[in-house]
């Protein structure tokens, strides 16, 4: 099991940046596929990002792609989102998860051990 506790979350206008934080403990001996979520109410959660157990190889929703940095450090196990060039509808919950594996899908369900989420709201 790995437990996951995100951070960095907070209030900014559109165009602002902010920096997630996922830091994990438990099952970190060779490296964890994490992946970024996001859910807004009333919405399906949705993949945001995602990188391998490595950090080698990167994925990103279409929606983020090229505003998005998805990144790792061992040394902290910890997994990084910057996000700039916010917009209104980047507003969700953002959550990290773990899986098994080199690298986690694309869908929620296959990741097994998730945290708790921080808020992102991006004002007009």
């Known amino acids: 099991q790995v437990r996951l506790v995100e951070s960095g979350g907070g209030s900014v206008q559109t165009g602002g940046s902010l920096r997630l934080s996922c830091t994990f403990s438990?099952?970190?001996?060779?490296?964890?596929?994490i992946g970024w979520f996001r859910q807004s109410p009333g919405t399906e959660r949705e993949f945001v990002a995602r990188?391998?157990?490595?950090?080698?190889?990167?994925s990103y929703a279409a929606s983020v792609e090229g505003r998005f940095t998805i990144s790792r450090s061992h040394l902290e196990n910890a997994v990084y989102l910057q996000m700039n060039s916010l917009k209104p509808e980047d507003t969700a919950v953002y959550y990290c998860?773990?899986?098994?594996?080199?690298?986690?899908?694309?869908?929620?369900?296959?990741?097994?051990?998730w945290g708790l989420g921080t808020q992102v709201t991006v004002s007009s």
């Open positions: 998860a773990a899986t098994t594996g080199v690298i986690g899908g694309t869908v929620w369900d296959s990741y097994e051990d």
């Open positions: 990188i391998s157990d490595s950090g080698q190889s990167e």
């Open positions: 438990g099952r970190t001996l060779g490296g964890v596929p």
